[in-house]
């Protein structure tokens, strides 16, 4: 099951991120009217910003928005092993 990010409720009541008990985004058509550009904006430099990649994708991946991955989630840099 894909791990959505879960809201503060008690100090963001109308989260666009906001899920129902099935798991449903409340506020669909918050993300649903914005265009591939101004949701990479949005995921990178705005609300989404502070999300892990692994909350990121699922969200996009909800929103039947994967071909987004790659603009959106950072890629993690390894360290070379030693």
């Known amino acids: 099951m ?10 963001t009541l109308d989260s666009p991120f906001a899920r129902d008990a099935d798991n449903k ?5 918050y993300w649903m009217d914005m265009s591939d550009k101004t949701l990479v904006m949005v995921m990178v430099n705005g609300i ?3 999300l892990t990649n692994e909350e ?7 929103l039947k928005r994967d071909h987004l991955v790659e603009q959106v989630c ?3 840099i390894l360290p070379p092993g030693r």
């Open 2 to 11: 894909a791990r959505f990010y879960a809201p503060d409720y008690s100090t």
């Open 25 to 29: 985004l409340v506020r669909r058509s």
């Open 48 to 50: 989404g910003a502070n």
């Open 56 to 62: 990121k994708r699922a969200h996009l991946s909800d």
């Open 74 to 76: 950072i890629q993690e």
